[in-house]
């Protein structure tokens, strides 16, 4: 196929922070625009008569977030904002895939996912359950914290297990799913770029490993599975954002998640045991759940993707090669993007090595 970064150029962005999560914070209550109303109207969400109150949620340049409060309860409304690089056609596809995604997902493992109340792809309109931050914090804030749990990491990786086994090699989910242009939009041809920027000698490798998963149809795949997308509830992890879901190499979905807490290892060093312990955690869980494909090969699979996480993120001025320590982070990423290891323990032991040198 084409080189990956030539035919998906114009897409190309990262997604900015502030979508990745809806912040706590939030603006005061205001009159309802004319656009919501019409939108709950037509998801018969609005009762004749019910006067809601409208939040809205900080959020980025491609999406906005409110939380309604209407007569019968609180709902998430997400929409999904049309720029430059993502025409209005691309909605339908990315809202389709999400809200697909979340019903999907539920039935195999209830509770994994909001509850989605309503939707209309042609406006990039989704309406979920309301999870409140303060019963539903994510992940990412809970490590941000301090609190390393590897139970949240076991518990991930057997909910996505079970997910990626009830999809493996589904025709009716490769139908389903066959629009790429989120994923590609919105995760790969970032991630790509990300990688390049930081390994430029491995330009050649990186563009083959993306190339790679934008051919693959294995299972149904998140897209985005990292800490910030991961909320802790009282019952265990519950994922959101999933408008990079599609039908492909589940072990992406292994390697983000994965790549998210090896990269955490950098500045934190206090917590390095309880993440590795974490990273164990979600190995183990997960694997436990692959009976589509020989256990080992996925594994190799997913070690040979997790460096291409490693290197997006190390990419930018906090990591870059200006100090030893970050030339030494970067050298042993473009080794593992060389020459992979076949196994998650023995990628782990490797850049445990690179952070603490002997």
Request: hydrophobic share 50%.
């Amino acid at each position: 196929m084409p080189d990956l970064l030539t035919t998906f150029g114009k897409m190309q962005r990262t997604r900015p922070a502030g979508e990745k999560r809806r912040a706590p914070r939030a603006a005061a209550h205001t009159d309802v625009p004319t656009d919501v109303a019409s939108a709950l109207r037509q998801m018969q969400l609005l009762a004749s008569g019910d006067s809601p109150r409208i939040t809205m949620i900080p959020s980025g340049l491609a999406t906005r977030a409110t939380r309604i409060e209407l007569g019968w309860g609180t709902i998430f409304l997400k929409r999904a904002l049309a720029t430059d690089a993502l025409a209005e056609g691309f909605l339908a596809e990315r809202t389709c895939a999400e809200s697909a995604w979340f019903r999907i997902a539920c039935g195999v493992a209830p509770g994994i996912a909001p509850t989605v109340l309503g939707s209309l792809p042609a406006a990039g309109v989704l309406a979920l359950e309301y999870l409140d931050p303060e019963e539903f914090p994510s992940w990412q804030s809970r490590l941000a914290a301090g609190r390393v749990e590897p139970w949240v990491g076991a518990e991930l990786g057997h909910l996505i297990g079970r997910l990626h086994a009830a999809s493996s090699n589904s025709a009716s989910v490769a139908e389903r799913f066959a629009a790429r242009e989120p994923f590609r939009a919105l995760g790969l041809v970032p991630l790509v770029a990300a990688a390049q920027a930081a390994a430029p000698d491995a330009a050649a490798r990186i563009v083959a490993i993306g190339e790679r998963l934008d051919a693959t149809r294995g299972a149904l795949v998140h897209g985005a599975l990292a800490p910030d997308n991961v909320l802790v509830g009282p019952r265990g992890p519950v994922l959101v954002d999933a408008d990079c879901a599609h039908s492909g190499d589940p072990m992406y979905d292994v390697a983000s998640a994965l790549g998210a807490l090896a990269l955490r290892m950098v500045a934190h060093t206090q917590s390095r045991v309880a993440l590795l312990n974490a990273f164990d955690a979600f190995h183990r869980s997960y694997f436990a759940h692959v009976t589509w494909e020989m256990p080992e090969a996925a594994e190799a699979r997913a070690a040979s993707l997790v460096p291409l996480f490693l290197a997006a993120g190390l990419d930018g001025t906090r990591h870059s090669a200006r100090s030893a320590d970050a030339r030494r982070l970067l050298d042993t990423t473009l080794a593992l993007l060389d020459a992979p290891p076949a196994r998650l323990e023995e990628l782990a032991r490797t850049w445990l090595g690179a952070l603490s040198p002997a």
